[in-house]
């Protein structure tokens, strides 16, 4: 509940199609491509059209884009980020699990002798 007045849809455009409307099925085409498919993405591109050539409003929106590109690096960097480390959590596991000394997996995930330590405890804590 975001409580703040304004109603927002969450429209998730890789879902499941079999329980939703052509109709719907088109807006969310039309979402995730910008693909005309039927009458109303017709009418909705040409109001997008309006709204993105508005001298007004050119700055709203390519601010707003500019707002979605940025995100999207940084849940990308923030992924990235995130998956070096569970890959190097995994790899330490495994090592740990194969009785490896703990200076041997320091040197070779470059984490410090603490933090192999640390993910040691952690392995004899889930076991």
């Given at each position: 509940?975001?409580?703040?007045?304004?109603?927002?849809?969450?429209?998730?455009?890789?879902?499941?199609?079999?329980?939703?409307?052509?109709?719907?099925?088109?807006?969310?085409?039309?979402?995730?491509?910008?693909?005309?498919?039927?009458?109303?993405?017709?009418?909705?591109?040409?109001?997008?059209?309006?709204?993105?050539?508005?001298?007004?409003?050119?700055?709203?929106?390519?601010?707003?884009?500019?707002?979605?590109?940025?995100?999207?690096?940084?849940?990308?960097?923030?992924?990235?980020?995130?998956?070096?480390?569970?890959?190097?959590?995994?790899?330490?596991?495994?090592?740990?699990?194969?009785?490896?000394?703990?200076?041997?997996?320091?040197?070779?995930?470059?984490?410090?002798?603490?933090?192999v330590r640390e993910l040691a405890t952690s392995l004899h804590q889930r076991h």
């Amino acid at each position: 509940m975001l409580d703040d007045g304004v109603t927002r849809v969450f429209i998730n455009t890789e879902g499941d199609r079999h329980r939703i409307s052509k109709e719907l099925a088109n807006l969310i085409d039309y979402i995730s491509t910008g693909e005309v498919t039927d009458d109303y993405t017709r009418q909705l591109d040409d109001e997008v059209n309006v709204l993105r050539n508005d001298p007004g409003r050119e700055l709203c929106y390519m601010t707003y884009m500019q707002t979605i590109l940025e995100n999207r690096e940084m849940a990308y960097e923030e992924g990235t980020a995130y998956g070096r480390a569970q890959t190097t959590k995994d790899f330490v596991l495994s090592m740990l699990q194969d009785n490896e000394p703990l200076e041997k997996i320091a040197k070779y995930t470059r984490l410090t002798l603490e933090q192999v330590r640390e993910l040691a405890t952690s392995l004899h804590q889930r076991h």
